[in-house]
């Protein structure tokens, strides 16, 4: 690293790379938002129909389609479309009459905290899980972790939520029920934290307020700790065929013919290999748990994203479910690009 | 017997069927090797076995409600898995419940793979543009939420079965597109395809005749184990409401409808979701062996 300075050539092609991913990454976004409005325009459902009301008179129809852009040809209101949302323009929510851009980002930070804290459990379970299971393949750890991870795979999580709602809450009173809070809580929440982020573990540390802080500990941990399984099946699986394949090289045979300690081979010569393929699987593992979180965010009362859109579609709420569905494609492709990116910096084979 | 399992295993077969059944005979003992994908296809097989005898194994009308018999727990003679808020037999909606869960995963699969299938071998065999223009749109719908996707769609075109399964089959067709390309690339360039084209098939013969058969393993494999994803996010939609329609036994929506008294009558919600769970841990048991049988690469190892 220190003796030779990276040459300026390898630098090209990686901004070119970059260049490459980010007009793929707006070419998916044209691609999303052409989707959701096929969804909304395309679809015979009339829109003014559902702003108005079935009582407006026919020239208050035709002003709404004027003021909309609806008597635009297609390709046109397309364009509006993708024009309002590039600046940030979600379309007002039906029910409550408010932007859905600002309704969206009062929820978002309820499913990002969700889906971090599942992530990082899922990954302090998984990866050891997986390089443990890789390590003895065959053996009887190999074969419950492959089961425990085909369980989490089969179940689903709807119903995995309410049997731990069942047994944690019913049954043993160990954690808190549906909602983000205590209902004893749920006042001090609003008038007496300063919200600095929305996420509500970070800000009852942030102003102190550590018994609030266990109370919503109480209350986050059953369903990211649900999240937290499905994520861990995925992560330990591709841990295990990483690593497998790490340990099959012929650095690691040199490195224990050396006699270095079998515990260092695996967990930091291989390990570190391995990172490198994991942080995509990570990474898409995020971006599905934030999917993923829809469900269960229903079945917790958790006042995400998730929730947003489902209790917008029992309304037929249209511009909010579809807001959020974009909102949540944005951040899904982004992940993946990320991720992409991520793997080129960190791996120098990705880069040729 | 013995003198068929030595036909079947001739290493010098006599026609074309002999040599393929021999192969899948082979399989078929590699797979019986492996007691967690036998326990798949023993629940597969049960699945299937269900759905066509449910009227003979059902002990009550799945539908009709009895309201005098309500919420009964498990145990109760006459309703082994107790009743629910209508006084219907759990275990005959379960069972009922598994001829829809069985016809949609169906449906899906006579329309996403093949749609994958045909999407992937066309743009694997032509290239070039045609190539670049079907791998981009696959690529812009493999980035999209599945789940959040079919949701909106479902919204817009009503909730229903046939809907849902449109929406599941519209968001599950990309990963299909993307194998069967990746084994076209494979197979495009060999001699037996530039035979067949020197005879003057065409590309559509080609594809249709030679292409699409050597991707079939590889698809089969993705299927099995996707059947099991199928069903949670068609459960997911029933859950919803937005799925198979009340009063229709529907494992998801069943759950739905117990979710109302989880704490006091537990097994209204968990014996439907014990259903799906055997019946996915089911497919992905089956599907884990299969791909351990099927896959070359796999096998080698």
Redesign the interface.
Known sequence: MTSTPAPPSRLIPLLRQIGGTVVTLFVTFLGLLMVTFFISNVIPVDPVLSILGERATEAQMEEARERLGLNEPLWKQFGIYVGNTLQGDLGTSIRTREPVLQEVSQRFPATLELATLATILGVLLGVPAGVIAATKPGSFFDQSTRLIGLMGYSMPVFWLGLMGLLLFYGQLGWVGGPGRLDAGYQMSLDFELTQYTGMILLDTALNNRWDMFANAFSHIILPAGILAYISMAYISRMTRSFMMNELGQEYITTARVKGMPERRVIWVHALKNVMVPLITVIALSYAYLLEGAVLTETIFAWPGLGSYITDALMVADMPAVLGGTVVVGIAYIGLNMLSDLLYRLVDPRARV | MSTLTTWLRDPNPASRMQSRLGQSYLSWLRLRRNP?AMIGLLITAALLFVAIFAPVLAPHDPITQELGRRLLPPGTPGNILGTDDFGRDILSRILYGSRITLYIVLLVILTAPVVGLIIGTVAGYFGGWVDTILM??T???L???????A???V???GPGMENAVLAIALTSWPPYARVSRAETLTVRNSDYIAAVKLQGAGPIRIIWGHVIPMCLPSVIIRVTLDM??VI?TA??LG????GVQPPLPEW?LM?SAG?KF??EQ?WV??MP?LA??IV??G???LG?GLRDVLDPKSASK
């Open positions: 967690l981009r749109i690529d812009i719908f980035a999209f939420p599945k789940l959040i996707l949701l909106a769609l919204a817009v075109l099991a994803g949670l459960a997911g859950f919803l409401g937005l998801g759950i979710r989880l704490f537990w919600a968990t979701g799906i769970f996915s841990l497919f992905n048991l884990d």
